[in-house]
């Protein structure tokens, strides 16, 4: 390691609880640790990172049970904002800890090359440049959508300044966004859904979104991939929307779901092995229905249990919205699988109360 990054790493390990706070934000504390579910921030217990210097170690060091991996934190700023080199890191770290930029950094930064509009490499690099969630307006957005609280495992970013082109006739915008990666069945982002929202409030109208004709669009490969919601086990829940799905797990945060983004890319989804039951969160229309028989179609062919779940208006959201919480809990508690109401929605009642 270099003096420069051994310098950095110190001054950072001095002040390790507020970069874990920053850049680990899904972790908690626990005693002398922090502890989350991976250095890019999922939520979890797998990771420890050790807060106060002790017999065992230095301040700042930590390891992931679940891989073996270690590093310092410096690692934790470059694997949670995707970094690439070390110079990135490096100013993000001064900047981080309020020190003016050494004299290489000052230097003109090499050009990156340009990648191709609405690529995966596009994508990846929004989502890289964009934020947590937390204290902005998408946590605004979606609690005045009646989403509380909002369990999207870091599948969610916010970008204050997100490029909006109306079409290619007129100049750029620049919005406030929701950023949503979608993923397919590794883990590897291979596009971003945007959401532009209005900075200057909520209307019935818009409900939030920015005042624009698209406020909504995706790019890179969505093609049998999703934004995803927990990691999948042998159960998963489906459907359209990325508001639709978070209301949902609002209801039973610890299933994992996952939003298709349009009718018919849920209908193409790509299903995971060892996946036994499908919950299909269908929208009351007749793209709805017909996604429904579609899919159930396909995972029945695969050996897994297809259960359709309706909303009493037009999607959950708007149930949620409308109805409020406990009602959205009881029409779900109706239509869940036995074993999966105790599994899924009496656990996360009492974990709530």
């Known amino acids: 390691m270099s003096r420069d990054a051994c310098e950095l790493a110190r001054r950072l390990a001095r002040e390790a609880e507020a970069v874990c706070r920053h850049y680990l934000s899904h972790g908690k504390r626990a005693g002398r ?62 900047r981080f800890l309020k020190l003016p930029r050494s004299e ?118 969505l093609l049998g991939n999703a934004v995803r919601f927990g990691v999948v086990d042998d159960v998963l829940a489906a459907g359209e929307g990325i508001e639709t799905m978070l209301s949902l797990r609002y209801v039973l945060p610890t299933l994992p779901m996952t939003a298709a983004l349009s009718a018919n890319h849920l209908s193409a989804m790509l299903l995971p092995s060892g996946l036994r039951r499908l919950y299909i969160a269908r929208d009351a229309d007749a793209a709805g229905d017909a996604v429904q028989a579609i899919l159930t179609q396909r995972a029945e062919a695969a050996g897994i249990e297809a259960i359709a779940l309706s909303p009493r208006l037009g999607d959950f959201n708007e149930d949620l919205h409308i109805f409020g919480l406990e009602a959205l809990r009881a029409a779900l508690l109706l239509q869940l699988v036995p074993e999966d109401v105790v599994r899924f929605l009496h656990s996360s009642m009492a974990t709530a109360e």
Request: charged share 25%; with cysteine.
């Open 33 to 94: 640790y922090w502890v989350v579910g991976d250095v890019h921030n999922t939520p979890g217990r797998s990771l420890f990172v050790r807060l106060h210097e002790s017999p065992k170690g230095p301040a700042g060091k930590w390891t992931d049970a679940a891989t073996g991996a270690h590093g310092d934190l410096l690692d934790i700023i470059r694997e949670s904002l995707a970094l690439r080199d070390f110079r990135e890191v490096a100013e993000e770290a001064r």
């Open 104 to 221: 290489e950094q000052s230097l003109p930064r090499p050009v990156r090359p340009v990648v191709p509009a609405g690529s995966q490499e596009a994508a990846r690099r929004l989502f890289a440049i964009s934020g947590p969630i937390e204290g902005t307006l998408v946590e605004t957005y979606l609690q005045r959508r009646g989403i509380a609280r909002i369990h999207h495992g870091g599948s969610l970013r916010f970008h204050p300044r997100c490029y909006y082109r109306p079409d290619e006739h007129l100049p750029t915008e620049t919005w406030p966004a929701m950023i949503g990666s979608v993923t397919d069945l590794e883990g590897r982002i291979t596009g971003v859904h945007r959401t532009w929202l209005d900075p200057h409030g909520f209307d019935r109208v818009r409900l939030g979104k920015a005042p624009i004709d698209t406020p909504r669009r995706a790019m890179g490969d």
